[in-house]
């Protein structure tokens, strides 16, 4: 069980880190000091409702489809290795910044409205979170749940921890070499992940 609640919480925590909308949405709630707890939560709690869709739904749809497992698993290193290559060619060329933007005063429900589309009318966390968590969840026979977890586990660390700590982290990644260390991380987490999955 912590075998498959670790590579649930670093498989979570590799593909949520990565620089996007939503993560953005985050560092500027955190930088203004706006909402944070409820921008935090509705993030977590976003993430875990789409992890536990997709780790309790393929689980069912694989007994009933016995080629989707495998189809799922080499579906699933294609897609870590893409994901890889996408983070290092970002790191060698550098200039990824972050703008925290300025502006302020919104409602908490403008707030929440705002993150809900920025959250679910975004295709790739539907890629990230049900397809590819639900499908490297199958490689963990009868540890789903502790998987799942673990890749909520991540979420709830992550979204927290750039939320608080946004004041801190914001001298550090207005610099872009902070942002090319941080896409090499992601490169390497995720071909450690593909390389797991290829080899098990």
Do not use: K
């Not at 290559?85 to 060329?93: D, G, I, P, Q």
């Not at 998987?147 to 610099?175: D, E, I, K, N």
Request: proline letters at 3%; charged letters at 10%; glycine letters at 14%.
């Amino acid at each position: 069980m912590p075998v498959a609640y670790f590579a649930g919480l670093r498989l979570g925590l590799g593909l949520i880190v990565a620089i996007g909308a939503q993560n953005a949405f985050v560092l500027r709630q955190g930088l203004r000091r706006e909402h944070v707890l409820a921008t935090c939560a509705f993030c977590a709690l976003a993430d875990a409702a789409l992890i536990a869709l997709g780790v309790g739904g393929f689980a069912l749809a694989s007994d009933r489809l016995p080629w989707l497992v495998p189809a799922l698993r080499w579906g699933g290193v294609a897609f870590l290795i893409w994901y890889g290559a996408r983070a290092f060619a970002s790191a060698w060329r550098g200039g990824a910044a972050l703008e925290a933007g300025r502006a302020g005063g919104a409602t908490l429900g403008a707030t929440l409205a705002a993150l809900a589309l920025i959250t679910f009318a975004n295709p790739h966390v539907w890629l990230d979170t049900v397809v590819l968590l639900g499908g490297v969840s199958a490689q963990f026979e009868g540890q789903g749940a502790a998987f799942a977890a673990g890749a909520m586990t991540g979420s709830v660390l992550f979204f927290f921890s750039l939320g608080y700590g946004a004041r801190l982290l914001a001298p550090l990644f207005a610099r872009p070499l902070a942002w090319r260390v941080l896409d090499a991380v992601i490169g390497c987490v995720m071909w450690s992940i593909a390389a797991g999955l290829a080899l098990d």
